[in-house]
């Protein structure tokens, strides 16, 4: 009966722990994405690598292993304390009211570190450097957004003559009753 509780247990475990992916996503940009995972290992029940090619794969086409590197990313506390009572009462007397108690606290300090693991996309990024004219195709992902055509009078080729630029001229109010008042001084003491 034992043996097929613990079987029991053993998939309900290895079951629930497919639900919740340690993989998580650190940054990313259009062709690369770094995935940090616990650890660096593919084998069963942690497919770590394979967690985090998927979540890769949900940013970029095509994810490729390019790179990883262990990281720390804290510290770990463990505190273990033991406890051992041991009776000093001989084995031929009724009752023994005398025990001994030894106690050890031991407290480590631990690094953590995770393993992050750098994918590039192995779909080709197509760049263009001649922007497209006005009959071809739609523009590329990764070439430029649009082409703008000049607008307004063309551009003077004449390069001894340059072009005139009208004056700045201050600024004035427009003129209205509160503008258009004499300017008086108030009479008041020191003046």
Do not use: H
Request: hydrophobic share 30%; aromatic share 6%; with cysteine.
């Amino acid at each position: 009966m034992s043996r097929t509780l613990s079987g029991l247990f053993v998939c309900v475990v290895a079951g629930l722990s497919g639900c919740a992916s340690p993989a998580k996503v650190i940054r990313q940009d259009p062709t690369s994405v770094v995935v940090a995972i616990p650890d660096n290992t593919n084998i069963w029940p942690f497919y770590y690598q394979d967690e985090a090619k998927q979540t890769a794969g949900m940013y970029i086409q095509d994810p490729v292993l390019v790179s990883s590197q262990r990281v720390k990313v804290g510290e770990q506390t463990t505190n273990t304390s033991d406890t051992t009572r041991r009776d000093t009462g001989s084995p031929d007397k009724q009752r023994s009211f005398t025990e001994v108690m030894t106690s050890s606290n031991v407290t480590s300090i631990s690094d953590r570190y995770e393993f992050q693991l750098e994918f590039r996309s192995a779909s080709p990024t197509r760049v263009t450097t001649n922007p497209p004219s006005n009959n071809s195709a739609p523009p590329t992902p990764g070439g430029p957004a649009a082409t703008l055509a000049p607008q307004g009078p063309p551009l003077s080729t004449d390069v001894a003559k340059p072009a005139s630029i009208p004056p700045i001229l201050p600024l004035t109010p427009p003129a209205s009753p509160a503008t258009s008042l004499p300017s008086a001084a108030l009479p008041g003491p020191g003046r």
